[in-house]
C-alpha cells in the first residue's frame, strides 16, 4: 500500500527487554522522523534521518536506538525497555528537509512497557 | 531553543458555537514555519495548515481560520460554527527554516470536545 505504515500497531513487552517498531514509506521521501506522543507533552521527537546512513539525535533520544539502511525504512529500537517508555509512537516523513514541507504521520504504535 | 505554547488544555463548547485555539511560540530564526495537525479520536495526525514567517495573511478554508500575527508570536486557530466532527486534539507545531532539517516542535495539544 502506498504511504506511509507503522508496525506493530500494538504491543507490549516487558522491562528490560529489546523491541523494535518498524516505519516503512513508499514516497521516497529523503527526511523521517520519529515522535513519542506523551499526555502533556504533546508530541517530542526522538530521531531523524536526513537521507539513508544519516541520522541524527532530536529532543529525547536516550534509550533509543534508531538506523537507516534503505531510504523507505526507519526502525526504532529500544535496547532495554523501561516503563518510561510507554508511549505512542509516531513515525513520519517529508520530502526534503527545507523546513516548510508538511510530514506526513504514520498511523502511530502503542507501546506498553510492564 | 523553540517553544510552542498551546495553554488551553481543554475546551467544550456546544455545537454551532465559534471556538479559538491559542498557540502562542518562540524562536529566533527569523525564517520559520507554523503548523496545525489535527488529531480525531480514532488517532492519525491530519495535516491542516502551513505558514511561513513571511506571510502574515490570514487565511480561511470553509469553517476553518487562521490569524497570524508575528507581532504576538501567535497562530491562532478558530472554528466557526463548530460541529461534533470537530472533536479532535488540536497541534499546533514549529519547524525551523532552510537547514533546520525539517524538525518539529509541537505544543501540548488542545482537546476540542463539541457536544450536541
Known sequence: ?114 | AQKVTQAQTEISVVEKEDVTLDCVYETRDTTYYLFWYKQPPSGELVFLIRRNSFDEQNEISGRYSWNFQKSTSSFNFTITASQVVDSAVYFCALSEGAGGGNKLTFGTGTQLKVEL
Open chain 1, 1 to 114: 500500500d502506498a504511504g506511509i505504515t507503522q508496525s506493530p500497531r500494538y504491543k507490549i513487552t516487558e522491562t528490560g527487554r529489546q523491541v523494535t517498531l518498524m516505519c516503512h514509506q513508499t514516497w521516497s521521501h529523503s527526511y523521517m522522523f520519529w515522535y513519542r506522543q506523551d499526555l502533556g507533552h504533546g508530541l517530542r521527537l526522538i530521531y531523524y534521518s536526513a537521507a539513508a546512513d544519516i541520522t541524527d539525535k532530536g529532543e529525547v533520544p536516550d534509550g533509543y536506538v534508531v538506523s537507516r539502511s534503505k531510504t523507505e525504512n526507519f526502525p526504532l529500537t529500544l535496547e532495554s525497555a523501561t516503563r518510561s517508555q510507554t508511549s505512542v509512537y509516531f513515525c513520519a516523513s517529508s520530502e526534503r528537509g527545507q523546513g516548510y514541507e508538511e510530514q506526513y504521520f504514520g498511523p502511530g504504535t502503542r507501546l506498553t512497557v510492564t
